[in-house]
């Protein structure tokens, strides 16, 4: 299924900071969590996370950190601050009035259609 | 993962070069790439499949350029710089639409000039309309630069024709106050001051396109400010150098050498006002170079004397006498240093969100400069006290108020930023939030204040 850029690209940031919500995180272990809730779907532009990522940093939604795990490289941690959960927050209402809007229209129509070919 | 390592080198170069992409992003972007090498590589595909899959999957370089260097900036001029291809980027519009707004200035101000048979007399009218002579030229050149809607043109045109009708119909009286500007009166005089000041916001509602919410452009156009002023102290220089050499020449071939400079002069001055907002457009890359160094330059300069003169009169006890030159002086200097923070804010690299030592400077300058202000809005109540008000003091007073709210919330602010508990965006906001409010005065000063005092 193709998932419409524009609907991606609104998404992005509501995925992401839930994604942060969960703990803190760094970009490609950010990028897998989509892949994986998505099955795929969802298809991002890797590098187009980073930008997105430096954008919530300036409004001050993430904290960020350089950090060196035992193994391996240096690497930017990226944290939620309260002023990203409190956006975090204002989002998931934003997205479950669409979502509820186009569930019930999306209802109402089944059932027309189901009582039209039982007609 | 041996054999991709040159491959990898080369892309990391390839990407750093990208406009808007800076050191830490590339390091990020390669760790990125390497973590998805090493699980391409898990999954049994070879390393340069898994390279190229990867570089692949990261996405067209130019667009993740253009992204970043929106975020980076998050202002549209950068995006002129970038060979941008979804983004129609914003034409400049060749030299001869600049250049015929230019003419158009220095024209007009010629006339004017002929009509009150300047210098030879030196009517306040001429003073007073001066900035009318001007900035419609330029205002004009940005809202057919942005292409903006009849409604918008006629929101340009609106307030240029208020203030017409303000400093023309208004009965200016002759005060009995000592002379300025070639007048006596100190609300003409202060509308003198004002006007340009008022008038310049009203430039900002064509070059923000019409709009004048977003704060992202509000900072474009401090940022434009700034730049425009460099570039228009550098033809003046260019212009003197210019002037001087030719009087040198013409000198002795006998031809009078102020009455040319009487042509050329205001004509020049009016032209070059165009002429140097068409360069900030047109020659972003330049400024941008040459702006951050300047107000690296002259941040820390201007904090050091700011805290050394906020501890002299502070300590001295000069602070109870100010006299009414002092307090002008100091009243342009908080102004510029206001300019300078501001600016300095605009040129700041958004790519680092944490303070920095220049952020640190910055702060010394805005509160040495509140404990002046301070201590000038005391000495000014204190005169106001003894003798009453009058259009300068109440003007200055206004302005001292205004400096205050807005100084102290920045203070704060970049306060909270220093110590980590706010972001620089808030302090951006602050600021450009802030901006109406100035604007506001200097057009109470030039509309409200002359009738409250009588046009004395």
């Known amino acids: ?114 009582a039209a070919s039982e007609a | 993962m041996e054999s991709v390592e040159p491959q990898i080198a080369e892309w990391r170069a390839y990407v750093a070069s990208a406009a808007g992409v800076n050191g830490h992003d590339v390091d990020e972007l390669e760790d990125h790439l390497r973590n998805q090498i090493a699980e391409l590589n898990a999954v049994g595909l070879a390393p340069d499949e898994a390279f190229l899959v990867a570089v692949k999957r990261m996405g067209d370089v130019d667009a993740l350029s253009r992204e970043f260097a929106r975020e980076h900036s998050g202002r549209l001029w950068k995006q002129l710089v970038l060979s941008g291809d979804d983004e129609p980027a914003r034409a400049s519009g060749g030299w001869l639409t600049p250049l015929a707004f230019a003419a158009g200035a220095a024209v007009a101000v010629q006339v004017a000039r002929l009509a009150a048979s300047f210098p030879d007399e030196e009517p306040t009218w001429l003073a007073r309309n001066a900035t009318l002579f001007v900035l419609p030229f330029l205002a004009a050149y940005f809202a057919r630069q942005r292409q903006l809607d009849t409604r918008q043109w006629v929101l340009t045109g609106t307030p240029f024709v208020l203030a017409a009708l303000v400093v023309n119909l208004y009965p200016w009286g002759g005060g009995s106050s000592t002379e300025a500007f070639g007048t006596d009166s100190d609300t003409e005089a202060l509308v003198i001051l004002g006007l340009p000041v008022a008038l310049w916001f009203v430039v900002a509602f064509p070059y923000m396109d019409g709009t004048v919410r977003s704060h992202e452009r509000r900072m474009d156009f401090v940022r434009f400010t700034g730049e425009w002023f460099i570039y228009y102290v550098l033809i003046a220089l260019g212009g003197g150098v210019l002037m001087g050499l030719t009087a040198a020449i013409l000198e002795p071939a006998g031809i009078d050498v102020d009455r040319v400079a009487e042509w050329v002069l205001p004509s020049g001055a009016a032209g070059a006002v165009v002429v140097a907002a068409w360069l900030v457009e047109s020659k972003q890359r330049v400024v941008e170079n040459m702006a951050p160094v300047l107000t690296m330059l002259f941040t820390p300069l201007f904090a ?51 303070p920095g030592w220049m952020d640190g400077i910055q702060l010394v300058a805005v509160v040495s400069a509140l404990v002046l202000d301070l201590m000038v809005l005391g000495a000014m109540v204190a005169r106001i006290g003894d003798l009453g008000f009058t259009p300068n003091r109440t003007a200055a007073l206004g302005l001292n108020l205004v400096l205050l709210v807005n100084l102290a919330g920045a203070a704060w602010l970049a306060a909270r930023f220093l110590r980590r508990r706010g972001t620089f965006h808030q302090l951006e906001r602050w600021q450009t939030s802030y901006l109406p409010v100035f604007a506001l005065w200097a057009a109470a000063v030039v509309v409200v204040l002359p009738p409250l005092f009588g046009f004395d």
């Open chain 1, 1 to 114: 299924m193709h998932i419409d850029k524009d609907l991606v690209a609104a998404s992005a940031t509501p995925l992401v900071l839930a994604i942060l919500a969960e703990g803190e995180s760094y970009g490609y272990a950010i990028l897998k969590r989509v892949r994986a809730l998505s099955g795929g779907e969802l298809e991002w532009t890797d590098g187009m996370l980073y930008p997105l990522l430096h954008r919530l940093r300036r409004l001050g939604y993430v904290t960020t950190e350089w950090r060196t795990p035992p193994e391996g490289r240096r690497r930017q941690y990226y944290m939620l601050t309260d002023d990203g959960r409190a956006a975090l927050a204002d989002q998931r209402r934003q997205w479950e009035t669409v979502s509820r809007a186009l569930n019930d229209i999306w209802r109402d129509q089944g059932r027309l259609l189901t």
């Open chain 2, 304 to 354: 050091v004397m700011l805290a050394c003169a906020a501890v002299v009169y502070a300590v001295t006890g000069l602070g109870g006498a100010f006299d009414r030159e002092l307090v002008g002086v100091l009243d342009a200097l908080l102004v510029v240093v206001l300019g300078l923070v501001l600016y300095g804010m605009s040129a700041r690299d958004p790519s680092t969100s944490e």
